[in-house]
């Protein structure tokens, strides 16, 4: 079968199981802090990859905002803990929340558009949730960041060293990979996959297209915001700079490395670009040339990725939903 | 009241009329052709009743209901489905997902049953899943044996036939096709004509646009005729082919194949 | 004090409009989008500071080598990025401009640090015009803006070159059809659109005596921002765009607050983008 074709299904258990079972056996194989602190990281990032993954690789919008809604995830998260000492079961889902409401309201006012009008405007939402995080020093302490959040607390029990943290991203991964699984298996799944392949042709069959673009929006967002609140519990220290314009390319990159729109993609591209800068110190050094290098290689040789749908990079385009009248005035 | 009523249709791209003043009328079970040399604005008429397109002036009514300012997926959901004139099918879903996205008004599962998975969505999804192979059937052998095929895969042909078999399963009461018989030859054109006869007798209405003559003689039981965006002749096959308008407006372009 | 700030903005200004003309002529001519952009002109700001404030060249020299760098460096991202993968749309080269931005980003953190880097200053007096305090400096800028934006309409309506590159952007394949050698005329596109950027670039390292590689990021989304004033096709739409932007940014830090600067460009943005995408001076959009 092919790579992009598989997800978990009952018809499959041996397999993933077997996977799982596997990875809740890598902090007993797998002992060093640093190696568990890398598995932790791919964790985070294939939740993201994963998410992204809903808007930009099934429906084919092209959302170049991920990380602002990471962000607004890490900091309502740290905000919560730190100023109303909420605890992380607490603060979880109130960061996933609260990204998803923003990724409606963003949804709601600029869904109407698409291509590279909707890329532009995503852009401008990034940076504009960049800036006003930057500055709104009542509320985010600005540029100092907002240091000191707790580590999350299970049952009075703090955790502490990385094999805590790496099997909480673990069953984080376990539950966003589960709902992944079974939205892109049903009914909504498949109408997503219809209005990336031809969203007017979509429409004439009947689907609601903008209240179903609206929902892919929400459900990527919401685990955006999932990611952040681990990342602020993780880190500990939250601050404007990691949820950049780079980190949505860095995401955007490992999803299509890894393959848009099939269910291994943002696995493999999380995990692969994760572990890539830490095989070599070079490597690490100039980690930003070798994800532009292999995000270049990728296009230019093999744009499906490792295992994603082929077919979806080429040929149709940003600019072919939407093109201006191209007159140009000069 | 009829099926659909369409009065006063016109249509202008900058300065040049589409549809000028078009009106007429479909009943139930009836198969209508649409024809005119190219550019005669069929294909706009069909954007403007699917609503892809708003007209400038004049209203269609689809059994009493106003169409215009309504979004594509509403007018489907009232029962007018449509083919387009360029092939638009879905290159990396399968044949079967096509019927099942044409039935995706039909079922109910949402994002919620999606995650927890009732009993009931395993039904849903099953009992879709039977009438989506019974109107692959209507194909014959064409569609049923390629079920799990992605549709970037069938010829020219099938993916024609295919997009009449998504549109079949929105459950329409007025079909609109574009040129369904374009690229194929004559025996594949003849079972088209078949298909079309075996749709009106399911109930339906179908409007079809077509450039070979043949089939519209032999499937219509009317014709409509526009040159330039304006209706010149209405009538049944045999008044169409000796009417003189029509005569003059097809004499000496390409397109016209008796 | 009011009428400084416009001073400042205007000059601003035109340095965004140069780097938005780039992407009109890189869009109109080839119906294609880089991410690229912004780093091309930190690239040429680099080179500049590199001739100025490394060897001590005239800024003259400094400008035409920031420029030189940044044609060279267009030229090369054309034939290796945007050519192979023209026929496969655009999503292709789009995505690889974005691993070229994060690329060259990386290679001048590398080689130069992530750091600033101080330029030197040129022309520090300032003088009066009609009453406004105005900096030689200032009045140099918006010289050399409105030369380069007077040279490109020569270029464009009065050489063979300029005729072919219009003919081009208007429809590529009739262009073809008439001899037009599309390739060259491509890659010369945006060479010179990535030099309209490079001049920028050390423009601007010279006008705030600093260098350092981030600044490529959010200059390129605001010339981005500033070409969509015309709906990405204008090139007076962009200028129009950049002028206002720019004068707009400095009023916000002088009566609101200066860390919400930047908001500006990017609200601007994101409203036309939602009432207007088609932007102020360009034509409706039609979708379907």
Known sequence: ?????????????????????????????????????????????????????????????????????????AYTAAILATRLGWGFALTLPAAAVVAALFGAALALITLRLSGIFLALVTIGFQEITFLVTLNWIALTRGPMGIPGVPPPALGGYELRGNTGYYYLILALDVLTLFVVARVVTSRVGRAFVAIREDELAAQASGLPTFRLKVLAFVIATFFAGLAGAFFAHHARFVSADSFRLDETFVILTMLIVGGLGSFLGPIVGAVALVILPEVSRVLAEYRGVVYGLVLIAVILFRPEGVAGVPGIIQPRGLLARARPAREPVA | MSLLEVSGLSVTFGGLAALKNVSFSLEDREIVGLIGPNGAGKTTLFNCLSGFQAPDEGTMRFRGTVLERRSPDRIAALGLARTFQTSRIFRRMTVLDHVLIG????????????????????????????????????????????????????????????????????????????????????????????????????????LLIEHDMKVIMNASDRIVVLDHGEKIAEGRPDEIRRDENVIAAYMGRRGARA | MLLSQVVNGLTQGSLYALVAIGFVIIFGTMNLVT??????????????????????????????????????????????????????????????????????????????????RPVPSVYGTTVQVAGVPVSVLQLVILGLAGALVVALRVLLHSTKIGRAMRATAQDHEAAYAMGVNVNRVFNIAFALASAL????????????????????????????????????????????????????????????????????????????????????????????
């Not at chain 2, 459950?171 to 030859?185: F, H, Q, S």
């Not at chain 3, 070229?100 to 992530?114: N, R």
């Open chain 1, 1 to 73: 079968m092919a790579l992009y074709a598989f997800v978990p299904r009952r018809e499959n258990r041996l397999l993933w199981g077997g996977a799982l079972a596997a990875a809740l056996l890598v902090p007993a194989v797998l002992r060093s802090e640093y190696v568990l602190n890398t598995a932790v990281l791919a964790g985070i990032y294939v939740i993201l990859a994963a998410s992204l993954n809903i808007t930009n690789g099934y429906t084919g919008l092209f959302s170049f905002g991920h990380a602002a809604f990471y962000g607004i995830g």
């Open chain 3, 35 to 116: 991410f690229a952009h912004g780093e091309v002109y930190m690239i040429g700001a680099f080179v500049g500071y590199l001739a100025l404030g490394v060897y001590h060249l005239a800024w003259p020299v400094a400008l035409a080598s920031g420029m030189a760098a940044a044609w060279v460096l267009g030229s090369v991202i054309e034939k290796t990025a945007f050519r192979p993968l023209r026929a496969t749309g655009h999503m292709p080269p789009l995505l690889i401009t974005i691993g070229l931005s994060i690329i060259l980003k990386d290679l001048a953190v590398v080689v130069f640090g992530a750091e600033n």
């Open chain 2, 103 to 206: 039935l995706h008004r039909h079922q109910r599962a949402g994002f919620w049953a999606a995650v927890a998975r009732p009993a009931w969505v395993a039904a849903e999804d099953a009992a879709a899943r039977r009438r989506g192979l019974e109107l692959l059937a209507l194909f014959e052998d064409r569609l049923l044996p390629r079920v799990d095929d992605f549709a970037d895969s069938l010829s020219y042909a099938n993916r024609r036939r295919l997009e009449i078999a998504r549109a079949l399963a929105t459950g329409p009461t007025l079909l609109l096709l574009d040129e369904p018989t374009a690229g194929m030859n004559p025996h594949e054109s003849a079972g088209i004509v078949r298909l079309i006869q075996a749709i009106r007798d399911l109930g339906i209405t179908v």
């Open chain 3, 197 to 288: 950027g490079g001049a920028a670039g050390v423009m601007v390292g010279i006008y705030y005596n600093t260098v350092y590689p981030a600044m490529g990021g959010t200059a390129g989304l605001k010339g981005f921002a500033a070409c969509i004033f015309g709906g990405l096709t204008s090139i007076p739409g962009a200028i129009l765009g950049g002028l206002i932007i720019g004068v707009v940014e400095n009023l916000t830090i002088q009566f609101v607050a200066s860390g919400y600067r930047d908001v500006v460009a990017f609200a601007v943005m994101v409203l036309i983008l939602l009432l207007r995408p088609q932007g102020l001076l360009g034509k409706r959009l039609r979708m379907v």
